[in-house]
C-alpha cells in the first residue's frame, strides 16, 4: 500500500531501598518535584501494558532520565514494537521487544535498497532490447530486462518516474533499422521470461491483497512491462492490469506506426540466433531507490528484489527472494539469520524483521558504508518531503526537518525507521512498529513518540 494515507520535563525513576521512613519520604518529595513525562498529548496516555525484551538490551544510567514511556503505551500503537540507538557509541537506549522479528510494511524497502546497492552497484542499469529473427522475416522480439520505468509517455513529456527510457525512442531504432532492411514487421514476440520464466506464480505474491493491484498501489511483476503498468503514467497511485506485458506490446506497436501496421502481438521467447538491432537503457539505480523511499513506490522495490535474486544467481521468483536479499547483506555483518523476506516491497504481512536490525541498518546509511548515502539521499523528512511531508505537524513541529525515515503501512500495522538529529545533537537510529488492529490516527501516535526521540536525545531512557 501507498504509506500515505497519517515545557517538557523529564521523568526520573528512582529506587528507594528499606531504612527510615522519614529519610523516604524527604527523599521522595524531593524527587517528585522534578518529576514529568515529555508526552505532549496527556489525554493519550494509557494504562495498557507494552512488554519489553525479556532481557533489555538497553542500559540506564544515572544520566537517562527522560522518559517516553507514557508515549509508548499509546493505545493506538496497538501491539508495539521499538529500537533506539545512539548512533556514536552503540548503546541501544531504548528497547520495546526490539530483537523480535516482526511486520516491517513498507520499511522493507530499506532493506532492499541496501541489497541491490551491496549486489548491484548504485551505476547498475537495465537495458529493454528488440531483436530480429533471421529465420523468420518479418518478425521482432521485444525482450523484457526488468525495468518497470520503460515509458511509454510522448516525447518531452514524463512519466512518474523522471527521465526514464522511452519506448518511442525505441521504436525509431527499430523503424530506422527496418526501413534500411526493407523489413515490414508482422509479429512482435513478447518476451518476460527474465523472472522465473514468466511463470503466473512469480508475478503476484500470495499473500498480497488484489485491491493493491486494481486501486493502484502495486502491478504484477513481470520482466517486460511499461510505467510500472499505470493506466495513468504520470500519477503515482493508478490502477494496473492483469495484462501488463500484452499492453506493453500494444504501446510498442502503436509507437512503431507504419512500420508495423497489421502485425499480431504473441507473448513467447527469444529465440536462438537472434539478431539484437536497437535498445534503451534505464536511469540508474541509484535513481531508482531514491524515488522508491521517497514516495514508497511498491513496483521499483520488487523488481529490484528480483534484479538482486538474478544477480546472485537466482530464478527471480518469490522463493528466490529472502535468500538473495540476505546473501547480498553479508557484508554489512548484521545478523539476517531470524528475518522472514516474502518481498521486495513490504507489501506482505508475512515479512518479518526485527526493529533492533532496522535501525543498526540505518548505522550503516548514516556512515555511507558502500555507497549506502544514496539511502539517506531518498529517505523522506519529517514535515517537510515524501510520504512525510503531511506529517509532524501541531505539537510536534519542533522535530520537523529532524528526522529522515522510510514509512510504512499496510492493513495490519504503520511503521517508521530511520534517522533522528536530536535536539542535543545526538544521532539516533531507530524502528517503531505499530501492528494489529491499528487505524490511521497510529501515524499520530508514532509521530508524537518518535518526537519525544527527538526530544529526549541521549538521555532517553529506557524505563
Known amino acids: 500500500m501507498s504509506d500515505e494515507k497519517r515545557g517538557f520535563a523529564y521523568l526520573k525513576q528512582v529506587l528507594i531501598g528499606a531504612g527510615s521512613g522519614l529519610l523516604a519520604i524527604v527523599v521522595l518529595v524531593v524527587l517528585t518535584s522534578f518529576g514529568g513525562s515529555v508526552n505532549p498529548n496527556p489525554s493519550n496516555s494509557s494504562s495498557q501494558t507494552t512488554s519489553q525484551s525479556q532481557t533489555p538490551s538497553a542500559t540506564p544510567t544515572d544520566g537517562r532520565t527522560c522518559s517516553v514511556n507514557d ?8 501491539t508495539f514494537s521499538g529500537a533506539v540507538i545512539n548512533a556514536a557509541t552503540g548503546e541501544v537506549l531504548f528497547d520495546r521487544n526490539a530483537a ?11 532493506v532492499t535498497a ?33 525495468d518497470p520505468t520503460l ?49 503466473a506464480a512469480s508475478k503476484w505474491e500470495s499473500s498480497w491483497e488484489r485491491s493493491e493491484q486494481t486501486q493502484g498501489f502495486m502491478s504484477e511483476v513481470t520482466a517486460l512491462q511499461v510505467d510500472g503498468d499505470r493506466a495513468s503514467p504520470s500519477r503515482e497511485t493508478s490502477p494496473r492490469s492483469t495484462t501488463p506485458v500484452m499492453n506493453a506490446g500494444r504501446k510498442f506497436k502503436a509507437a512503431l506506426g507504419a512500420t508495423a501496421t497489421g502485425a499480431t502481438l504473441v507473448e513467447g521467447k527469444l529465440p536462438a540466433g537472434a539478431t539484437e538491432v536497437a535498445k534503451v537503457t534505464s536511469q540508474t539505480i541509484d535513481k531508482w531507490i531514491k524515488h522508491m523511499l521517497l514516495v514508497s513506490d511498491n513496483t521499483e522495490a520488487e523488481y529490484l ?21 540476505k546473501k547480498s547483506l553479508a557484508a554489512t555483518n548484521l545478523d539476517t539469520s531470524n528475518l522472514i523476506i516474502k518481498d521486495g516491497s513490504g507489501l506482505s ?5 526485527p526493529p533492533l536490525f532496522i535501525a543498526k541498518l540505518f ?22 518531503s515524501g510520504s512525510l511531508a503531511d506529517r509532524f505537524k501541531g505539537a510536534n513541529l519542533d522535530a520537523v526537518g529532524k528526522v529522515q525515515a522510510k514509512t510504512g503501512w499496510i492493513k495490519t500495522g504503520y511503521t517508521l525507521g530511520g534517522i533522528i538529529k536530536a535536539k542535543d545533537s545526538t544521532n539516533l537510529l531507530f524502528a517503531v512498529y505499530a501492528l494489529g488492529n491499528v487505524k490511521d490516527d497510529a501515524k499520530q501516535a508514532i509521530d508524537d513518540l518518535v518526537t519525544g526521540f527527538y526530544r529526549c536525545g541521549n538521555t532517553l531512557s529506557n524505563q
Not at 508515549?71 to 496497538?78: F, K, M, S, T, V
Not at 546497492?117 to 528488440?130: E, H, I, R, S
Not at 504481512?349 to 524483521?353: L, S
Request: a negative charge; hydrophobic letters at 50%.
Open 151 to 199: 515509458s511509454s509517455t510522448a516525447p518531452g513529456q514524463q512519466s512518474v518516474y523522471a527521465n526514464a527510457p522511452k519506448l518511442s525512442d525505441l521504436a525509431v531504432k527499430v523503424s530506422q533499422w527496418a526501413t534500411a532492411n526493407s523489413v515490414k514487421v508482422n509479429q512482435i514476440v513478447l518476451d518476460s521470461t527474465l523472472f522465473a520464466g514468466g511463470a
Open 100 to 110: 523480535v522479528p516482526a511486520a516491517t510494511a513498507s520499511v522493507m524497502k530499506v
Open 71 to 78: 508515549l509508548a503505551l499509546d493505545p493506538r500503537l496497538a
Open 349 to 353: 504481512a508475512n515479512n518479518a524483521v
Open 114 to 146: 541496501a541489497a541491490a546497492l551491496q549486489a548491484l552497484g548504485p551505476n547498475y542499469v537495465v537495458d529493454t532490447k528488440v531483436y530480429a529473427d533471421p529465420a523468420n522475416p518479418g518478425t521482432i522480439i521485444l525482450l523484457g530486462g526488468g
Open 363 to 384: 548505522g550503516l546509511v548514516l556512515e555511507g558504508f558502500n555507497d549506502f548515502e544514496v539511502i539517506g539521499q531518498g529517505l523522506p523528512v519529517s514535515g517537510e
Open 305 to 325: 528484489a528480483r534484479l538482486i535474486a538474478i544477480k546472485q544467481g537466482y530464478d527471480g521468483s518469490f522463493a528466490s527472494i529472502g535468500i538473495a536479499i
